[in-house]
Structure formats: C-alpha cells, structure tokens
C-alpha cells in the first residue's frame, strides 16, 4: 500500500491566501475597539499591532472627514466624532422640571446614562398594601459643578498590560518573517503595524469634554425635576446648570484638523491602501510568512475582541460621575408597589421643605403627568394628594375615605377612590419613614 500524502505539505504552491479575509475579518471588533480609545488614558499609544479589518475601519471613520476628495472616497452621511465613536447616541426620557416649567419630551446622552444608573440601585421597598406594577423610584442630588475647571476624568492606564499582547505577537511574527527572508509578509505586517499605530494616535488624540448649557439665565430657579423612565421615575435635586449637565449634555469630542477632520481621512485612506497591498502580496509569501502574518491578525482580533466585550456604557457612566462628582452616595432607590404609589410619593419628594403654602410649584401638574386620566375618581383622587402636599409636613394624613367628598361617585367608583387613597396613604407612609434617608443625602450634596 503506497504511503499517503498531503497535498498542502508537500506542494510548495500552497497559499494561506489570508489576505482578503484580513481586511474584512474582524472588522466590527475593531470599529467597537477603536471606539474605546477616548475612554482610557494612554490608550491613543497602544495601537501598534496588525490590527484586521482595515477596510471596514477605514469605511467607518472615514465619513468623518468632510470635504469633495473624503466624501468620494468614503461616501455617505458625515457623522460628527462624537457620534461616529458612539460618545452621544442615545436619547433620555422625558423630563419636567418642578420649578421653571421647562418640558423636554426628550433628553441627551447622558440622562440616558443615569437611567441606566438608577436601574442598578438597590432599592428600599416602599409600605404596601397591594402590588400590582412595581415602580422605581431613583432621587438624584446633582453636585455643584465647577465648569470651569471641569476635565473629563479618563480610565487609568492599567489596560496596557493586556495591549502588550498584540503589540508583541505582531512584532515578532514580523521579526520571524524577516529571519525567514519572506519580505513580502515581513512588509505587510509592518504595514499593518504602522497604520494601525498612527490612526490609533491620531484618533486618540482628540480631546473630550463635556458640552451644556453652562450659564442659565440670571435669577433660574432650581433645576429640581423628574425624568419619567418606562418603569418609574427619577427625581433630580441640585442647581439650573448643574442639572442642564444631565439634562442637556453630552460628551463632545474635539478631533484635530476641524471641520474637515484632514488627518482621520489620510488615516482612513492609508488603511484602505494597507488592505489593497496585503490582498496582492501576502499570496507571494511563503508559507511560514503567511503563517506568521495569520498569526498576528489572530492576536490582534482577541485584543479588539475583549476591547469589544467592555460594557462602553458602564464605561461611559463612570467617566461622566467622576467627573462632575456624582457619587453612589448621592443616589437613593426605592420601589413602589403601585403606580398611583410612586407619583404621590414623587410629589411630596419634590415639595419637600420648601415653605407651605406653596409658591412657584404645581404638585397637581406633576400628578397629570404620572396619572392624566379624567374620570371623577382620579380628579377626586388627585386633589386629595395635593390638599396632603399643600399641608405642613408631619400632619396628619387625610388620605381617610371619610375626609373625601364622594358625592356623585356609585358604590364601585368610591371602592376604587378607596383603594387608590390607600396607595396615597402608603406613600406618605414611606415618606416620612425614608426622611433619614433623604437627610443623608442633602448632607452628601453639600460636601
């Protein structure tokens, strides 16, 4: 029996061909990678590997450029940086502030992030007599923001430890390629090194920030208000500016060369030459070149992988808190069991030490927000909990049937009014019971 041979060893003709898979493979890890180098300090230094994807890297951020050259060779709509690195792509819910009247059906980048951080509350659940839709409810006191001074604090360094793995693969499967005398794929991995190095720096040297609405208006009440969230509500507590920060802000990013962003498209251009001479010369490799060049793009997409996996959100909500000095300590969670529960306990929040009677707050708008329905009950409902606002705090509650009107209501209506003004009534329960709490949290605003 003649022995048996292997084609792929023996013929001196075989090709990897890795090249037209290098400049495709891996590409969504890479944009997602190349994403996060603003978000930690120093990581503008660490793109020295043979990066894949360079053709889907270069399509991407090369739309950022804008002029007649950038704009034929990368079609499409241009993103602002902050967008196309995904720094200001969400939209928050709905706010009402409790003071000046502002209404925003929609809000920024960065209420966005809060809500997600008020999701991740412990909350202390609220007296209950009945449950049907657990409600969260998320008090916020904002701090005192010196905008002036305000540097978006970055991730530390300690990430570099892992991109040294890249960096080394590629470099010494570029070192063996050269001692193998492949100057093909010892040429393509150099490429590939350097493209990716200079786009990383020059990408990473943009500078972030945060932009708002600094200076309100001379004499702006407080910027105390709500965010009404799918799942419940979350009051906020602190100056106009210092509240515009979440309310209006984002992140800015700051490239140079604006407005058309010159060096990101003569980034973007290089990658795509990177991927059009790696598709003609890595097949002229020998085998042990090719090898060699797989094997750093291999390396290179584990990297831009477990940058990948990253939450970018949580990443994101870190750098804004520790910037503006928004701490855990500063963050309440409680949960309602009810709907009607949640807006009355939200509205004796809001009203909270402020002098009776009440001057320049309405708790009745704040209500038909939560519950809008018309019907007599919730009328009738509604302006009970205001009678209960509108009262000095520590009185008694009145949330009793019988300090109702139920005239005109049939016998089901006035066991509905009943039911709901014991929702009203556990509220204030977990209102007066949760005082300590919130007294904490004044505290923790002013230091």
């Not at 945060?210 to 009051?235: F, H, R, Y």
């Not at 507590?237 to 209006?248: L, Q």
């Not at 290179?300 to 949580?314: C, I, Q, T, V």
């Not at 750098?319 to 949960?335: C, P, R, S, V, W």
Request: charged letters at 15%; hydrophobic letters at 45%.
């Amino acid at each position: 029996m003649p022995p048996l041979s292997w084609p792929t060893t023996d013929s001196k003709n075989f090709s990897l061909d890795a090249s037209g898979v290098a400049g495709f493979f891996g590409g969504d890890e890479a944009i997602t990678a190349m994403a996060t180098v603003h978000l930690y300090r120093g990581r503008r230094w660490l793109g020295w590997y043979n990066s894949p994807g360079s053709y889907t890297i270069a399509k991407e951020f090369g739309k950022i450029s804008k002029s007649r050259l950038w704009e034929g060779l990368f079609p499409g709509s241009n993103h602002d940086p902050a967008v196309a690195f995904k720094l200001d792509v969400m939209t928050g819910p709905k706010y009402v502030a409790s003071r000046s009247g502002t209404v925003m059906q929609q809000t920024g980048h960065f209420a966005h992030l809060l809500t997600q951080e008020a999701d991740d509350l412990t909350p202390v659940s609220l007296p209950a007599t009945r449950t049907t839709a657990n409600s969260r409810i998320s008090i916020i006191s904002v701090p005192e923001i010196a905008y002036e001074n305000l540097l978006v604090q970055t991730m530390s360094i300690h990430h570099a430890i892992f991109a040294s793995f890249p960096i080394l693969v590629s470099i010494s499967a570029c070192i063996f390629s050269a001692f193998s005398a492949d100057w093909y794929c010892f040429a393509m991995i150099l490429l590939g090194i350097i493209s990716s190095g200079i786009t990383c720096f020059v990408i990473g040297s943009g500078a972030l920030g945060i932009e708002t609405v600094k200076n309100p208006a001379e004499g702006s009440p407080p910027g105390d208000g709500i965010l009404l969230t799918q799942n419940g509500v979350i009051i906020l507590k602190g100056k106009e500016k210092d509240v515009n920060a979440i309310t209006k802000g984002k992140f800015s990013l700051q490239l140079k060369g604006a407005p058309e962003y010159t060096a990101v498209g003569l980034c973007s251009l290089l990658l795509e030459v990177q991927f059009l001479l790696q598709l003609l010369l890595i097949p002229q490799g020998s085998l042990f070149g090719q090898i060699m060049f797989l094997i750093s793009v291999v390396a290179s997409w584990a990297y831009n992988s477990f940058l990948a996996s990253l939450d970018k959100g949580k990443l994101q909500r870190k750098l804004f808190f520790d910037t503006i000095g928004l701490h855990q300590k500063a963050m309440l969670g409680f949960e309602a069991s009810t709907r009607t529960s949640m807006a009355a306990f939200a509205c004796f929040v809001l009203c909270e030490d402020l002098p009776r009677p009440l001057k320049g707050i309405e708790p009745m708008k704040f209500l038909l927000e939560f519950l809008p329905n018309e019907t007599p009950v919730w009328q009738k409902w509604r302006a009970q909990v205001v009678a209960q606002v509108e009262k000095e705090e520590n009185e008694k509650s009145i949330f009793q049937p019988g300090n109702v009107d139920m005239s005109g209501l049939n016998s089901s209506e006035q066991a509905l009014l009943a039911t709901l003004l014991q929702d009203a009534n556990d509220a204030y329960k977990g209102y007066l019971k949760t005082r300590d709490c919130r007294q904490l949290l004044k505290i923790a605003e002013k230091s």
